[in-house]
């Protein structure tokens, strides 16, 4: 039986921590062996209430979701990692579906999304995370990784501040493990897009995206998408 530890990197994220790990607990299917929360430093309490649903705590010594994650997945006991963000929910089968996929030869892979939004503009965004496209690499439709291949591959870009979700799935290819897409969706928050326009986020990532293949640097990248969108 293989077993999966799940990796949530954190930040200030109080509102909404405590019930998605009661939720991960609830339908782990006996599979899931820790829920690691890797933080990086929040002031709110994201931490106690992580503590409260039963979560571990990693204190991540730099901060930033690929450090984080890296962290987290440097103390995790699991065969499997599974990199889950605060505000996304994968399906109730997720742990079964995991196992499942690890067991069939799939080394690696993700969900599609189902944003939180009856906005019909974003039904077609989560339409096209049914491909297998470089667009769709991102992390918030949650990213499982046997950890032999994630060591292998040297785990996210610790010097990555934006885009590393994208990088390690590229290295993961370029390794020949096999990727698996599945079925289902992870429900999303579509608080970004809430905040922003659509037009303005697809916009924000054709920009983001078009910088990182040209060869941009992560501080170049970082600061042009903190002004291209707000953020609550």
């Not at 591959?153 to 934006?162: A, E, T």
Request: contains cysteine; proline residues 2%.
């Amino acid at each position: 039986m293989t077993t999966i530890s799940i990796i949530i990197p954190t930040l200030n994220e109080a509102a909404v921590i405590g019930s998605l790990i009661v939720f991960l607990k609830e339908h782990s299917n006996g599979l899931v062996k820790e829920i690691i929360v890797s933080d990086g430093g929040s002031t709110d309490e994201t931490v106690t209430l992580a503590l409260e649903a039963g979560a571990k705590i990693a204190q991540s010594p730099a901060k930033g979701r690929s450090a984080q994650m890296n962290f987290g997945a440097g103390i995790a006991t699991g065969e499997l990692l599974y990199f889950v963000h605060a505000d996304t929910y994968p399906p109730s089968s997720y742990a079964k579906d995991i196992s499942e996929a690890v067991e069939t030869g799939y080394s690696f892979g993700r969900y599609r999304t189902k944003f939180n939004s009856s906005k019909k503009i974003l039904l077609l965004n989560a339409w096209f995370t049914k491909f297998d496209l470089f667009i769709c690499y991102g992390g918030d439709q949650t990213l499982f990784m046997r950890k032999e291949l994630f060591n292998q591959i040297s785990g996210f870009n610790k010097d990555m501040r934006i885009m590393e979700d994208y990088d390690i799935v590229v290295r993961a290819k370029e390794a020949k493990a096999k990727y698996k897409i599945f079925n289902k969706s992870a429900l999303v928050s579509a608080r970004k897009y809430e905040t922003n326009s659509w037009l303005r986020v697809q916009t924000a990532n054709y920009i983001i995206i078009r910088m990182y293949k040209q060869g941009a640097t992560q501080e170049e990248m970082a600061i042009r998408y903190k002004t291209l969108l707000q953020y609550r």
